[in-house]
Each structure stands twice: as structure tokens, then as C-alpha cells.
């Protein structure tokens, strides 16, 4: 949640998810696209 409250809730695609991701370092440092487009696809839900 942190990558989207740091962005104000931007229109962010997969890749820019995942390198945010990354820069942080947290538990979602190592998901991989697949596995992120799920969780991201459930959050919208």
C-alpha cells in the first residue's frame, strides 16, 4: 500500500509497480509479474 498512498494513488502498470517495489525493499521486493498482477487484479476487486 505504500507504493500507491507514496504515489497519490497514480495510474501505475505492472513494471512501475514492480520497480517501486524493488526500491523499497519490503516483502514485495520478490514477486514476480504474474504474481503481482493477481494481487493487484484482487485488490481492484
Known amino acids: 500500500m505504500r507504493v500507491f498512498?507514496?504515489?497519490?494513488?497514480?495510474?501505475?502498470?505492472?513494471?512501475?509497480?514492480?520497480?517501486?517495489?524493488?526500491?523499497?525493499?519490503?516483502?514485495?521486493?520478490?514477486l514476480d509479474a504474474d504474481t503481482l498482477t493477481a494481487r493487484l487484479q484482487q485488490l481492484e476487486r
Open 5 to 30: 498512498c507514496g504515489t497519490l494513488l497514480a495510474d501505475l502498470a505492472v513494471p512501475d509497480v514492480m520497480a517501486k517495489l524493488r526500491e523499497s525493499g519490503g516483502p514485495g521486493a520478490g
